[in-house]
């Protein structure tokens, strides 16, 4: 349909649907606090969160450049969902049973956020029917039979395979051969989450500050605490935890530390019964596929189709948006994925398009960590997977936090492979640019090929996967 009807940026479809808030005031002059966090999006406000409830007289101040969920917390693709970065990297390096236990605890952190949501009274839009990923030619369906036996060895034993009937009766994707499913899943609107913990953590007395970006964050040195340098202030803490996500190119010294990738989404207008007659979707599953270069999709619950992957992967210098605005290209590969997916959809309009960042470790393994000399803590790289993963990462950045200020020893959550992770830093440019790009001109190259009818997956992909360090 025209794409002069459609809403192009403007952070995203989720904040236009609620509107965008009116940021707090900023930091205005130095301040001090026991944990200061840099970041108000999930990992930072999750962090926030549990630390105030761990211990009440905790002062908690976060730091936040626009407004709270402005970066991939109130953009993405509403995937709350088990999956994260890095499982088989952990397998190789700390061993099966750290990455089983990490993976286990993916597992429970996906109803966490779902109880602590019902707890808190934070209506998100949240239904819990699992994931949904299909396979459209041979070569994806074999690479689907490979995941799930890989989810089996990790003790996923409920992720089930699913014939092309059973799928079909969950959601009918058109030329879908086959599905898995796993019941580790969840719908939400991202925005209304971020903007309710916002709300939450605020009320049990953290100091947050917007439109307040911090330039560099010091470590504690000669007597002096660590400290996030900000144009109006500096806010000194016993510690300081960046929670800055696609966005941590911009602080000083951090360029080469995790890629800014992009990702893009697009949502319909309302669709109407007949076409949910005809589709299903009625458990309101999150939907993917096995395609390399991947898509991601929900149906909201004002009934649209939400639909997202990748448009223009990655901008030379590091360099991020500012509102989300999408390339019309990208809105038409994104079209064309929908009408694939369901031809019946073909004369719906898009209504919005948008854009954003994630954070991308060089092997492609989220982390978390915090080193109780200089004071410092981070957690991030999600790879995209980070709506679940910030809550297991907040609540494991709070028990470190804990243990350094000596009130607690280790828990389970300290002790998983993530914690302490080192990852080298990406190339300086222009390598990063070629190589990001020439990736993703593979895999989509790859994706060509298997729609073509090649019953393996191609040699194109494979290659790529080694070079850019997924697998």
């Avoid at 109880?115 to 839009?125: K, L, P, R, T």
């Avoid at 209504?351 to 470790?361: D, N, Q, T, Y």
């Avoid at 709506?387 to 002790?415: H, M, Q």
Wanted: aromatic share 8%; net charge neutral.
């Amino acid at each position: 349909m025209g794409s002069s009807a459609t809403a192009n940026g403007g952070v995203s479809f989720w904040y236009a649907s609620i509107g965008v808030p009116t940021p707090r005031s900023p930091l205005d002059g130095s301040a001090e606090t026991d944990v200061c966090v840099v970041g108000g999006g999930y990992t930072g406000l999750w962090t926030a969160y549990y630390l105030k409830k761990a211990d009440p007289g905790l002062r908690v101040t976060v730091l936040e450049q626009r407004f709270c969920g402005y970066g991939a917390s109130g953009r993405n693709g509403g995937w709350l969902y088990n999956g994260f970065a890095g499982r088989g990297v952990f397998a190789r390096t700390n061993g099966k049973a750290g990455a089983t236990a990490m993976q286990q605890a993916m597992d429970r952190a996906v109803d966490e956020v779902v109880e602590v949501c019902a707890a808190e009274g934070i209506d998100a839009d949240i239904v819990k029917g699992g994931v949904l990923e299909v396979a459209h030619t041979p070569a994806q369906l074999s690479r689907l039979q490979e995941y799930v036996a890989g989810e089996h060895s990790f003790g996923e034993t409920d992720h089930l395979l699913l014939s092309a009937a059973e799928a079909a009766a969950r959601i009918n994707v058109s030329g879908a051969l086959g599905g898995s499913w796993t019941p580790h899943g969840a719908r939400i609107q991202p925005a209304k989450l971020v903007r309710g913990l916002a709300r939450v953590v605020e009320s049990l007395g953290v100091v947050i500050h917007e439109g307040t970006a911090v330039r560099e964050i010091l470590p504690a040195a000669d007597g002096r605490p660590a400290r996030a340098v900000t144009a109006t202030g500096t806010v000194s803490a016993r510690f300081v935890l960046r929670a800055t996500e696609g966005f941590t190119s911009a602080l000083r010294g951090e360029r080469r530390s995790w890629l800014p990738m992009n990702s893009s989404m697009i949502v319909t207008d309302p669709l109407p019964q007949s076409f949910w007659d005809s589709v299903g979707w009625a458990g309101r599953e999150t939907l993917g596929d096995m395609a390399h270069a991947y898509m991601y999709a929900q149906r909201t619950a004002d009934d649209r189709i939400a639909l997202g992957g990748r448009g223009v992967p990655y901008r030379f210098g590091s360099r991020t948006d500012t509102d989300g605005r999408t390339a019309q290209q990208t809105i038409d590969q994104l079209r064309e994925i929908l009408v694939r997916f369901f031809p019946a959809a073909r004369q719906v309009p898009v209504a919005h398009a948008w854009s954003g960042v994630l954070g991308v470790p060089r092997d492609w393994c989220s982390t978390v960590e915090l080193d109780r000399a200089s004071g410092l803590g981070w957690a991030g790289g999600y790879v995209g997977s980070g709506v679940t993963t910030t809550n297991l990462a907040a609540r494991t950045l709070r028990d470190l936090v804990l243990r350094a200020g000596g009130r607690s020893g280790d828990t389970e959550l300290t002790t998983l492979p993530w914690v302490g992770h080192q990852v080298r830093r990406w190339e300086p440019e222009p390598l990063r640019w070629i190589g990001v790009h020439g990736m993703y001109a593979a895999y989509h190259a790859a994706d060509r090929q298997e729609l073509g009818g090649r019953a393996t997956t191609s040699p194109i992909a494979r290659v790529a996967d080694v070079i850019s360090g997924r697998h």
